[in-house]
């Protein structure tokens, strides 16, 4: 190897060493000398490459653990590198990095082949790992196509749960925009139960409560009519409230009635007349319903005369409390104090009433001072009803004032009991039996025209046409009244060994007299009336009336004549109302024409022929008969409710249902004859209650059967 120990310097040699420096430069040994000598071996990638090699190529003494180490980790090694590591041991210092040089390439080449062979010994390790890695990958993926089905399936599934779930909602949000229109509407239209139950309710009282519910179910129903006056014409919803709310309505107007009624009576009983605000305030809602106050005034009006007249009655004999004012009756020796005090009594009664029915009608004082002329020009319909009331209210008192038939009547039997003492005592020429013979008969003249006048006065007077009640007519009841009293005071003055005929002579002309108007004015005007009121049932007021005279005289054993009179007068009208209720009640039920014809068929043609009982029209009037037979006529008859004989109602109902099953009999019978050519007329008969069977319609009506 050449010194690398630099030449001294000297001038001689300069061109020398320019030359030695070029050829130098020129040398490949140099040339790699020089760049081996001049590379800087300071950076950390040639200092861990020269690491690398070292430890490669290292000495067997350094090395001797790391190769022994190497064998343990690697036991693929090849023979070379064995022989490698054997001869390592005997070389000689700088041979190693000559071999170095020579195989480094090899080297290399056989360790990166020993690092592959560890990496695909590794990899194949990762290899089958990834192996089973994708068994369960693919078993994942199943599972997830399987899940991906389910979801896809259970996604088609929600999607239409989803859309009903949405249709649902916007359902129930529509709904509940109804719902809250429904409840606006209800609120508006509808009466809550606490108003129903002050309007229907006997347990709530006449009240503000009642009133308000009264006036909130007017509200509802005249904004009713304002919803119901649309171009459409009125709807379903409308006609229902209107209904309801007229209901309610009627049911509010009863209990005012029923409450009205009550109180009157009470008040018509009291000395002390007072209108409280409730009672002023039913007054005045009655006043829409003409009808029902007519109704609530009579009982007060009939309540008012009674009272008016027992205090009248009462001051005349007794007086006032403790006997203060004194009775009337002890000035009857100065007539003219004694008729002065019973107008005075009459004109205070009649202030009294006055300011009470001014108060009751809610009429302001009108500054009339007292005893001043009160002027009648005035045509308000409370003024109108406050001059009926008193007139009916005082009407009574007239009584009292005047001497009555019953007076009459009492004075003459008395002169006649003591006429005929004295004829048994003095004879009778003598001038006191003459005197009271004639003052006897005088008495009995002026009776009979009284009697004869109450008669009179009894036809004249009509009845009421806007009366539509069954009942006894106030006239008539009043007539009864007056011939109770006479039929007292004759039996009174009976000494009890009278035979029956002269008994009933004794009082026969009075009963003729008496009963006879009243008999004429049940008929006559009762069909005069019937004319002009369409609605009015003669035949039932009729029988009403003439019970009611009968009941009158039945309890006196000297007017047997005239009850049987007058009992044959009643069967009379019995046997006409059995009539009509029995054509009325087969009309209703179907059969009255079939039955017509049967009655008056002529037996020229089959009856199957005839129009009226084709099979058919038999058919439909069978129906019509079944379904009559399920209503509440057949036990008890609306129209003879009205009958106040509780067994005249069942005599004529139970008559005309016999004449009924009969009838029907007399259809089976003729339907079921072959000439009348009915076919399949048993079935015909039998698709029917009482399916042909007669005695079974008389189980029906519950009646034992009759031929």
């Given at each position: ?234 709807t379903k919803a409308g006609l229902e409230i209107m209904s309801s709310t007229l209901s309610y309505l009627e049911q509010g107007y009863e209990k005012i009635v029923r409450w009205c009624s009550y109180e009157f009576r009470q008040i018509g009983r009291d000395a002390h007349l007072e209108v409280t605000p409730a009672m002023r305030e039913a007054v005045r809602r009655l006043r829409q319903r003409q009808e029902l106050l007519t109704y609530a005034l009579a ?409």
């Open positions: 190897m050449p010194s690398l120990t630099p030449p001294t310097s000297s001038t001689p040699s300069v061109a020398l060493r320019k030359t030695s420096t070029s050829a130098q430069s020129r040398n490949p040994v140099s040339l790699r000398l020089y760049k081996v000598l001049g590379t800087n071996f300071d950076d950390e990638a040639t200092k861990e490459a020269l690491c690398t090699l070292s430890d490669l190529y290292a000495t067997p003494s350094s090395r001797k653990g790391k190769v022994v180490q190497r064998g343990n980790d690697d036991d693929d090694d090849d023979d070379d590198t064995r022989v490698r590591s054997k001869d390592a041991a005997e070389m000689l210092p700088g041979e190693m990095a000559a071999r170095a040089r020579r195989n480094l390439r090899k080297d290399m080449e056989q360790k990166l082949a020993e690092g592959s062979r560890r990496f695909l010994a590794a990899f194949r390790e990762v290899d089958q790992k990834l192996g089973e890695l994708q068994k369960h990958v693919d078993t994942m993926h199943a599972s997830l196509d399987d899940a991906e089905i389910q979801l896809q399936l259970t996604n088609e599934a929600s999607s239409s749960l989803l859309e009903k779930a949405g249709n649902l909602r916007q359902e129930r949000q529509e709904v509940d925009v109804k719902k809250s229109v429904v409840e606006l509407f209800l609120g508006r239209f509808a009466l809550s139960e606490e108003e129903i139950e002050s309007m229907t309710s006997r347990d709530v009282p006449l009240g503000q409560r009642f009133f308000d519910a009264m006036d909130r179910t007017e509200r509802i129903r005249d904004d009713c009519r304002v919803l119901m006056a649309g171009e459409e014409g009125p009982e007060l009006s009939q309540t008012r005369q009674a009272s008016l007249l027992s205090s009248f009655l009462m001051a005349l004999t007794r007086g006032g409390p403790s006997g203060l004012p004194r009775p009337i009756e002890l000035h009857a020796h100065d007539p003219m104090r004694y008729i002065g005090d019973m107008l005075a009594w009459v004109h205070q009664a009649i202030a009294a009433e006055r300011e009470f029915f001014e108060s009751l009608f809610g009429l302001k004082a009108d500054g009339r001072m007292v005893g001043s002329v009160r002027l009648f020009d005035d045509k308000s319909e409370e003024e109108d009803w406050i001059r009926e009331l008193m007139d009916l209210a005082v009407g009574k008192l007239c009584v009292p004032l005047k001497e009555s038939s019953i007076v009459s009547y009492k004075i003459a039997n008395l002169l006649q009991f003591y006429l005929v003492t004295m004829r048994r005592t003095i004879g009778t020429e003598a001038v006191l039996s003459k005197t009271l013979q004639e003052i006897t008969e005088v008495s009995y003249k002026v009776f009979f025209d009284a009697v004869e006048a109450l008669g009179r006065s009894l036809l004249r007077v009509p009845l009421d046409n806007n009366d539509l009640s069954l009942t006894p007519p106030i006239s008539i009841i009043e007539h009864a009244q007056v011939l109770r009293e006479l039929m007292n005071v004759y039996q009174s003055s009976l000494l009890g060994n009278e035979d029956e005929e002269k008994l009933i002579a004794g009082f026969e002309h009075v009963l003729d007299i008496m009963m006879d108007p009243a008999i004429e004015i049940c008929t006559n005007a009762a069909e005069a009336k019937a004319r002009a009121v369409s609605r009015w049932d003669i035949s039932v007021f009729v029988l009403n009336c003439l019970s009611y005279l009968l009941s009158v005289l039945e309890p006196f054993v000297f007017t047997v004549n005239k009850q049987k009179g007058l009992q044959v007068i009643i069967n009379e009208r019995v046997l006409l109302l059995t009539d009509e209720h029995y054509h009325d009640i087969m009309a209703k039920a179907g059969l009255h024409d079939i039955i017509t014809v049967c009655d008056k068929w002529d037996r020229s043609e089959p009856l199957s022929y005839i129009p009226t009982a084709r099979p058919q029209e038999l058919k439909w009037a069978l129906q019509r008969f079944s379904a009559w037979l399920s209503g509440l006529e057949v036990v008890q008859s609306q129209r003879l409710s009205h009958l106040t004989v509780q067994r005249l109602h069942t005599t004529i109902h139970q008559s005309a249902l016999e004449r009924m099953a009969q009838g029907y009999k007399v259809i089976c019978d003729e339907v079921r004859r072959p000439e009348n050519k009915y076919e399949a007329a048993s079935t015909l008969l039998g698709s029917e209650r009482p399916f042909g069977q007669a005695h079974l319609l008389w189980q029906i009506f519950g009646l034992e059967e009759k031929d």
